[in-house]
């Protein structure tokens, strides 16, 4: 595999909605050109939004009448896969040349799921990523993915998948990606922690991988006129931290902190086998005569006709 230019797009989820969010994601063709990135990965949640600070009317036992609207409201704000708008972005990566990885919300019947959306130059969209658990109150709007939708891609920078942001910390979930090859790792998320960077430092050293992950920017409370409570109305509501990395946990570029924009860095994934000489997580290092890990790739919907 030659070397490739990878990116991240560090960008957020504008406050006039999908079309609007989507028209910026659109924005940046001159820039992913002009970068010769061949890939770009995009936050966690980014057509959809991430409506960080939202309660959704719940209380324990209960529900109130504007919780409900307020998730009528997101709902309404989420894509379908396909649609509309992934028929854009497989556009976008057609007249960039450049492979896609971005976070969406998806509307599957009348529930949601966070999604992470593969695209490819000549064959649009070509594969999707259902966030397998969400994070804490996440999982009052947000359904839980099954097995079937861990893919893991051959692509032109090398074989690539994605894995939405805190997926990032369960062990399994990391083993089962490491197990079937994956080269590039791509973590979209909405998490702006100095221990993000550790994390992905981590991944990165312990599969012995690229890691590209995209985190959404938003500003604060005071200056997008909303209320959010226990939360500084000063303070960004996300402030980034999108960073590429090194099979040895070197970072290539970033993290891009404050700002929108777009990251990159030169890889070779022929690095990867020099790097893995003394590691290999799921190879020689790995002791299948004590630890085995089963990975259920069936569908599981919650009805099924035979």
Sequence with gaps: MPKSIVAALQIGALPGGKGETLEQILSYEGAIIEAGAQLVVM???LLGGYP??????TQLGYRLPEGREAFARYFANAIDVPGVETEALA???????????LGVIERSGSSLYCTALYFDPQ?????????LMPTGTERLIW???????????????????????????MPLLRTAMYAQGIE???????????????????????????????????????????????????????????????????VLAGPLVGRAGLISAQIDT????????????VGHYARPDVFELSVDQRPRPGVRFT
């Design 143 to 169: 359904g839980k993915g099954d097995g079937s939708t861990l893919p893991v891609l051959d692509t032109q920078v090398g074989r690539v998948g994605a894995v939405i942001c805190w997926e990032n910390m």
């Design 123 to 131: 064959q649009g969209l070509v594969g999707k990523h259902r966030k």
């Design 91 to 101: 556009g976008l990566s057609a007249r960039t040349g450049a492979n896609l990885v």
């Design 270 to 281: 022929d690095d990867l086998v020099k790097a893995r000489y003394d590691y290999d997580v």
């Design 43 to 45: 936050p966690e949640a």
């Design 52 to 57: 960080k600070g939202e309660g959704f009317g």
């Design 184 to 250: 590039v790792w791509c973590a979209p998320t909405v998490d702006e922690r100095e221990m993000w960077q550790v994390s992905m430092r981590h991944v990165a050293h312990e599969g012995r991988c690229f890691v590209v992950s995209a985190c959404q920017v938003q500003d604060s409370p005071e200056a997008l006129g909303l209320e959010v409570a226990n939360w500084p109305a000063q303070r960004p509501l996300i402030a980034g931290g999108s960073v590429i990395v090194g099979p040895m946990g070197d």
